[in-house]
């Protein structure tokens, strides 16, 4: 779909529906970077009076918060999925298979809704339309851990890597790092969502935003949950003694732009995506699974009525 047809559909009276899934090693700012997104306490700030115990109070469960958006005039609502963070001891594997698992179980959902002779009317489709899976700000390059857990998923959902924490790299290390990760992307064969462009079907200017998106991949992402005065204007931002960082401001980060992605310009697309290219692969593998048990079923079947007495 092209900018300017997505353009048009903006300012329609039905709130669109868009799912995401945020993933990464616990502490990166995942919560704080929802909030900071949403310009919303979308997840609530875990209680914590006593800082010993606040470092064991982190999200242990997999759970989604749905909130309204409105951004450039394009109404949302936008679910997002908050995972555990995992660590150095846990076991990453477990950890996959449990978001593995959260994405096909709302494809399974989807499918078994496909075939009721009737639909229900309230069905809610769930289907996760992106996951952002969070890289923790090393500057040196993926660990094997990022790779494995993309190269997993990256078969059952659109993922838009983003770099945690960016404010605690240099410009510097920041394009070094950026640079570093989309070699080892390609080099695992990670399939990463990255703007693709259509000639037959977007126009130039699509085209060329697209291309600027894709020049920024991975995302450098600061979250924040204060506002300051900055200039006059209230600004989401981070104090440091040497300065402050701007979350809007796309000399500090990418946070605007991501934004505009993922509540605006690129909903539809990877809505679409979702569905005609993920939940259809997953569909007829499942399909396919149920045929191949079918006929063994079929098969044993046979075999036993030969084996029974008095059969020929
Ligand atoms: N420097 C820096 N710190 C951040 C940023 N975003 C969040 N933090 C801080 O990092 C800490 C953890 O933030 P959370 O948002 O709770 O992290 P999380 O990934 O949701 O944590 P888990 O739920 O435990 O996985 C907090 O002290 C935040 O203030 C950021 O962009 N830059």
Redesign the pocket.
Known sequence: MSMSDMRARRGGKKAFLFNMI?V??????????I??LTNHPT?P??QCDDPAQCTLE??VDIQAYTVETDEDGMKMQLTVV????FGENIDSSTHFNEILSYIEHQYDDVLAEESKIKRNPKFQDSRIHVLLY?IPPTGHALREIDIELMKRLCGRVNILPCI?????LTPKELAAFKMRIMEDIAVNEIQVFDFPCDENEDDDETMQENLELRSLLPFA?????DTLLVNGRTLRA?QYPWGI?E?ENMKH?DVAQLRSVLLSTHVQELKELTHDVLYEAYRSEKLSQLEGLAEKLAELNMQAQEQQPGSV
């Open positions: 945020i990464g090693q616990a502490g990166l700012g995942k919560s704080t970077f909030n900071t997840i700030k875990r982190k999200t908050d995972t555990p963070g969070f945690a924490k960016a404010d605690t992402v600061v979250g924040s949950d981070r960082v979350v980060c």
